[in-house]
């Protein structure tokens, strides 16, 4: 059974930083390209981040320069560290794997989901 669970979510002032984690089960993890993706109410889910099996990272350009993703597929967990974080970063973040993912941050090219971990960052 496959599970992604997401963890680290909290309510930031701006400017500050949180790590966001995700705990994957349930398929070989290091095959797997990552991601992590963000919705704030109201709006459409949106790729904030990706890693694939060798470490190559894509960012949208939104988070670029703040976040950082990473993958330890040791531990079978994928990471986000956000720095510099801002009332517009605030969303529900979810984490997904992707077997093939044409559109590195297209949501239709990923397979399983996590649950999601909220993140709010206030003035």
């Known amino acids: 059974q496959v599970q992604l669970v997401e963890s680290g979510g909290d309510s930031v002032q701006a400017g500050g930083s949180l790590r966001l984690s995700c705990a994957a089960s349930?398929?070989?993890?290091?095959?797997?390209?990552m991601a992590w993706f963000r919705q704030a109410p109201g709006k459409e889910r949106e790729g904030v981040a990706t890693?694939?099996?060798?470490?190559?990272?894509g960012y949208a350009d939104s988070v670029k320069g703040r976040f950082t993703i990473s993958r330890d597929n040791a531990k079978n967990t994928l990471y986000l560290q956000m720095n510099s974080l801002n009332p517009e970063d605030t969303a529900m973040y979810y984490c997904?794997?992707?077997?093939?993912?044409?559109?590195?941050?297209?949501?239709?090219?990923?397979?399983?989901w996590g649950q999601g971990t909220q993140v709010s960052v206030s003035e």
């Open positions: 349930g398929f070989v993890y290091r095959r797997y390209r």
């Open positions: 997904a794997a992707s077997a093939y993912a044409p559109c590195a941050l297209c949501q239709n090219n990923y397979a399983y």
């Open positions: 890693i694939d099996t060798l470490g190559n990272t």
